[in-house]
């Protein structure tokens, strides 16, 4: 079944999208924004110096959605985009990434040579859908792989430990500190898309499980942000 998520993404691009993409949890659902989040100018995102400035290339964009990050990146330094959506590759590669490409986040080394890039960026709270914490360590124990020694990485995700987490659509708390679990599905035009499990952490625990590859050297909650979302910026050890 085709992706509900990547066929709005596509639509939208192609001036042909029919209904809104919607995200479903429990007893709630919403509106999910495709162009401020997926075609903006990332020059408007206020995010974008921050993230900027743990960055180098060779990149890998992993979860690279339609390829806004990509299409900026791209003009500074070698930017290969990655996303498991065969749709949203094609999209990515009509609108100009150079390198966009098919892979998973969850099969890296399947994904990448080793000691291909010199940094890597996970937006979009994708590294949550590791679903568990063993896995969220695999991951990044993979992608320590398939990065340089001294490679630099920025994540995102939602603290549990932030009064507006609770809030989210598809929120679920979870017992062991600094953790919660989120549960989604998109919708879009009548059809929704397989749910997709994520496990929320807090900085600190990110912190304890990318340990001993990577260090968390820093850590940034937008003050716009009343969800308890912030960003991390990993170091290779």
Not at 44 to 62: F, K, N, Y
Not at 82 to 101: I, P, Q, Y
Not at 112 to 134: K, N, V, W
Request: aromatic share 10%.
């Amino acid at each position: 079944m085709p992706d509900p998520f990547a066929c709005a993404l596509r639509d939208h691009y192609l001036g042909e999208r029919t209904a809104p993409l919607r995200v479903h949890g429990d007893d709630a659902s919403r509106e999910h924004p495709i162009e401020a989040f997926y075609f903006g100018d990332p020059t408007d995102d206020d995010a974008l110096p921050w993230i900027e400035s743990w960055l180098d290339g060779p990149l890998v964009d992993l979860g690279a959605g339609v390829g806004r990050d990509a299409l900026y990146f791209q003009r500074q330094f070698e930017t290969v985009a990655v996303e498991v959506d065969d749709l949203l590759v094609e999209t990515m590669r009509d609108r100009g990434v150079e390198d966009a490409r098919h892979g998973d986040l969850f099969a890296l080394r399947e994904t990448a040579p080793e000691s291909r890039f010199r940094s890597a960026l996970i937006r979009g709270t994708q590294l949550g859908l590791a679903g568990s914490l063993a896995t969220l360590s695999e991951t990044l124990t993979a992608l320590a792989a398939v990065t340089t020694a001294d490679a630099t990485a920025v994540v995102d995700g939602y603290d549990p430990g932030h009064s507006g987490t609770a809030d989210l659509v598809g929120y679920h708390p979870d017992p062991r500190p600094g953790l919660a679990r989120r549960r989604l599905q998109f919708e879009y035009e009548g059809v929704r898309g397989n749910p997709l499990h994520f496990l929320l952490f807090a900085p600190e625990r990110l912190r304890t499980v990318a340990a001993p590859e990577w260090s968390v050297v820093a850590v940034d909650y937008p003050s716009s942000a009343d969800t308890g979302y912030y960003r991390a910026a990993l170091r290779a050890e």
